[in-house]
């Protein structure tokens, strides 16, 4: 027992000092991609991505992604700002400055409409982008895959699957085996220079 | 069965002439980042900058000396420096209907014209901004509008619409700057994996904040987009809704009706897509891009122009109306005297620029013709700065009052820091042209005929 979880520890170790960080396979173009997508997610791989330079139609099916959580984080704040733009209101001109203008009640909600709606709306927009940001794990200095030359080509007309080397099938050799039997034409080993 | 067909037709109309390949579009857009600046750029920026610094100085000498230096008094307490805020604000509409509305009904021939659009939306709004900033007088105490704890435990009036207001262009502003840098980071993630100088490297890689491209960052990044667009929709026609309540809500005839609210927001995109247009076509033919922003393009923003443009001669027409209909004296007055008073020659430059020379657009030969088109839409423009100007000058120099009547002129300073603006605008432009890529390259290959996963089956 002890000796082979030794060998897998040094097998571990080994695999550090030679740091791959994965696969990248070029695809021809979106419809392959889209493919093979499936059949890397119905091969069992988890930890892998799909690059291409625009969003296709259909990936997150393929890839087997859950629906992002951003609508339900925006829809919250949202909520929270519009509650806080009416308080605030409410507060300045009933309680901390109470000031009669044209005979108007001191909480006058109609009037408050405006304010309070540019408030949440300011809110959920920041949440958005801030909100995306840090799914995505942005902003970043580096990444791995960033070691990679061929990705370099992702965001102009390239189109890639990357599998991470941590997803728990990963092996060099027959992932990329595999990689090229489902139509990769480019295989890059993804590691430090 | 009929449906899905239907589906199919839609999908076959061409957006990008040429058949571009991605890497095509990525040239095509980059390469203006990339090559050498050319010399008309520099005799533009030098033009347009030396506007800029002349406005600079004006308003330095405004705030030395006072608001006194412009031709506004009471009863004319609203001179240019509102119509110019009015005319500046309504032209940034635009660029938000082509980027937030027109996505949301899946237009997607506006991915061709979004990002300049856009980015015209943030100039024009921060010309807008200066007017009202500068017009307060003591513009060093202009921070009393923010709800900030203070000294004199004062807090801002909620229930005035200049406080509304700047509440609307602020958060419209800020909300039009996080729309577009969204739309940029995988532009500039683009441009930073093409970029040949380690300055480069680093700028761009600093401002694509580490975008790769992954579908698991496109997934949020789409979700994102999509609710930018659905904040942005409702903010954009509150926005001019809550400038025209800078007039509804006063008791002048003239100002006091509830057309405003649709009514300027109609004008605003109307403003806003003469700007668009008249940018557009010097755009894409100084830097080529006739294949992008196609005759097509321009045909459709001149569709919409004839149809915002009518809706605006319907409200110049229905106030008329609803001034004799109410039987108000000072109503039917206000509207007699803006179409036969002394400043009938702004409001007949209006009618003739908004209303009439529009009409021309019925006819496709004209829909379709650069010269004119061009021209129509300077006509456009001109059209509804006077448009701002008849409202906020006829109203306010005949009130209540017949002794305090008198005629408004501008002065120099007036019209020097109005041209002013239109220097800050293109300088502001000019530069954007220069470093920012004027199209969405991502949202451009999503749009070409290979970017659709089925493209291949159909045929």
């Not at chain 1, 308080?87 to 304010?115: D, H, M, N, R």
């Not at chain 2, 009514?263 to 891009?289: D, E």
């Not at chain 2, 321009?298 to 109410?326: C, D, P, Q, R």
Request: aromatic share 16%.
């Amino acid at each position: 027992m002890s000796s082979s979880t030794e060998s897998q520890q040094m097998d571990e170790l080994k695999n550090k000092n030679e740091v791959i960080h994965g696969l990248l396979a070029e695809f021809e173009n979106p419809a392959a991609l889209l493919a093979a997508a499936e059949k890397v997610r119905e091969a069992g791989y988890r930890k892998f991505d799909c690059h291409s330079p625009f969003p296709i139609h259909g990936m997150d099916q393929a890839m087997g992604l859950r629906r992002s959580p951003l609508g339900y984080i925006v829809f919250a704040v949202a909520a929270a700002a519009l509650t806080a733009g009416v308080t605030l209101e409410w507060w300045t001109s009933t309680v901390a400055y109470p000031l009669v203008i044209s005979g108007k009640p001191f909480f006058s909600y109609q009037a408050y409409g405006p304010v309070a709606f540019a408030i949440m709306v300011l809110c959920s927009a920041f949440t958005a982008v801030l909100g995306m940001l840090a799914l995505n794990r942005l902003p970043k200095f580096f990444h791995k895959l960033f070691h990679s030359r061929n990705l370099e080509r992702a965001m102009d007309d390239g189109f890639f699957i990357s599998v991470d080397s941590t997803d728990p099938n990963f092996d060099l050799q027959q992932t990329g085996n595999f990689l090229n039997s489902i139509g990769a034409k480019n295989i890059e080993v993804i590691q430090a220079e | 069965m009929t449906t899905n067909t239907e589906t199919l037709e839609l999908q076959k109309e061409i957006l990008i002439e040429g058949n571009p390949s991605f890497a095509d579009v990525t040239e095509k857009v980059s390469t203006i980042t990339e090559a050498k600046t050319p010399r008309l750029w520099y005799v533009a920026i030098a033009i347009s900058s030396s506007l800029m610094v002349m406005m600079f100085v004006l308003i330095a000498y405004l705030v030395w000396e006072g608001i006194g230096i412009w031709g506004v008094s009471i009863p004319v307490g609203w001179g240019w420096a509102i119509v110019n805020f009015v005319f500046w604000v309504g032209i940034g509409h635009a660029g938000t209907l082509i980027s937030a509305i027109l996505f949301l009904f899946r237009q997607r021939w506006r991915t061709s014209i979004n990002r300049f659009a856009e980015a015209m939306t943030l100039f024009a709004v921060i010309c807008a901004l200066i007017f009202p900033g500068i017009h307060v007088g003591r513009i060093w105490v202009a921070y009393w509008m923010a709800p900030l704890p203070n000294q004199m435990l004062m807090w801002p009036n909620f229930r005035s619409p200049l406080l509304w207001d700047i509440f609307a262009v602020g958060t419209y502003f800020t909300v039009s700057v996080l729309f577009w840098y969204t739309g940029l980071i995988p532009d500039l993630a683009a441009l930073r994996d093409r970029a040949k100088n380690r300055l480069r490297k680093i700028v761009l890689g600093l401002f694509s904040l580490g975008w790769y491209g992954g579908n698991r960052q496109w997934q949020h990044y789409e979700i994102a987009y999509l609710l930018l667009a659905g904040l942005s929709t409702p903010l954009v026609l509150s926005v001019h809704s809550v400038v025209s309540t800078d007039f509804a809500t006063s008791v002048l005839p003239g100002w006091h009706t509830t057309i405003f609210p649709p009514y300027f927001v109609a004008g605003a995109i109307f403003s806003g897509f003469a700007m668009v247009s008249t940018l557009a076509i010097i755009v894409r033919k100084i830097y080529g891009l006739e294949n992008y922003i196609t005759i097509n393009h321009l045909e459709k923003m001149n569709k919409i122009m004839m149809v915002t443009g009518m809706m605006v001669g319907y409200a110049y027409g229905y106030e008329f109306f609803i001034a004799w209909y109410s039987g108000n004296l000072y109503e039917r007055f206000a509207f007699m005297n803006r179409a036969f008073g002394p400043y009938a020659w702004a409001y007949w430059t209006m009618i003739s620029c908004n209303v009439i020379i529009p009409q021309l657009f019925w006819f496709k030969k004209i829909r379709r013709s650069i010269p004119l088109m061009f021209t129509i839409a300077i006509f456009i423009n001109i059209g509804m700065w006077f448009e701002r100007f008849v409202i906020v000058v006829s109203t306010l120099s005949r009130d209540f009052l017949p002794s305090s009547w008198a005629y408004y002129s501008p002065t120099i300073f007036d019209i020097g820091t109005f041209v002013g603006s239109f220097g800050l605008f293109f300088t502001l432009f000019l530069i954007f042209l220069r470093f920012v890529p004027i199209i969405a390259i991502s949202e451009v290959k999503g749009v070409l005929p290979q970017a659709d996963a089925h493209h291949e089956q159909q045929h």
